[in-house]
């Protein structure tokens, strides 16, 4: 889904990670989807903190690049679980127990959820990097004092504690609603999902920070009153993956 000239709304999720300063990013991919996603997508992003360390003595040998994974979603859950929600607890578990056979050392402590349908500069999250890696530290995005919990698209982060707690909020709520429909999976939604995560709800501190200007683009509406005014822009710095395609805007009708 284009968002701007040659930038689409996955690509800027993963340059979210990014400025966020994730090690690894791990995407859930439905059927048939892989080759595209990938296609445009590649096999890393660089960490726009070190792209911009021109001055050491090997600049380009300095860069670091953020791998990227694509996670397919298992036989069983495909038609009974794809829904968001899903996606960011299979992403996490393909995360850990990749990192697990490996070695305990490479496992993750901490996670950051990157919404695609929601539309902000990601930047601004470069400056509270400590805060999004901090153990002790819960980091939410808000915009006009709502965040994910009330059902807004924007990025926050969890911890392995929290994601057994989501994990089972989820297995719970597909149970409970199995009576009213015969895969209630498929259309849970994150905000009741990550409930048990509300900073009510688990210890330690937590940051908020505002994002001053927010889109909607998961209904048609919400896609063309941004696409009158894109105001998010594709990264200036060569963070992406550049190829021969290109994606134009799209008539506003």
Request: charged share 25%.
């Amino acid at each position: 889904m284009p968002i701007n000239k040659s930038y689409t709304a996955v690509q800027r999720a993963v340059v979210e990670c990014a400025y966020a300063g994730c090690e690894t990013i791990w995407i859930t991919v439905g059927d048939g989807q892989e080759p595209l996603i990938r296609d445009l997508l590649g096999d890393y992003v660089e960490d726009p903190v070190w792209y911009f360390r021109k001055k050491s003595r090997f600049p380009k040998e300095n860069k670091k690049q953020i791998p990227i994974f694509y996670v397919p979603l298992q036989p069983k859950d495909i038609g009974r679980r794809d829904c968001l929600a899903w996606g960011i607890l299979n992403s996490a578990m393909a995360a850990y127990y990749t990192s697990k056979k490996i070695s305990n050392w490479l496992l993750p402590n901490k996670y950051y959820v990157a919404p695609v349908y929601g539309v902000y500069e990601p930047s601004l999250l470069q400056e509270h990097r400590s805060s999004i890696s901090s153990h002790e530290t819960t980091f939410y995005l808000s915009h006009e004092e709502q965040t994910f919990l009330q059902g807004k698209s924007l990025g926050f982060t969890f911890d392995t504690e929290s994601f057994v707690r989501v994990r089972k909020q989820f297995r719970d709520l597909e149970r409970s609603k199995r009576s009213s429909s015969p895969r209630p999976g498929r259309f849970l939604q994150t905000k009741d999902v990550f409930s048990v995560i509300h900073p009510e709800h688990i210890e330690g501190t937590s940051e908020l920070v505002t994002v001053p200007k927010y889109s909607d683009i998961s209904f048609w509406d919400g896609y063309i009153d941004y696409m009158s005014d894109p105001f998010v822009e594709r990264p200036k710095i060569k963070m992406l993956k550049t190829g021969k395609k290109t994606f134009a805007l799209p008539p506003i009708v």
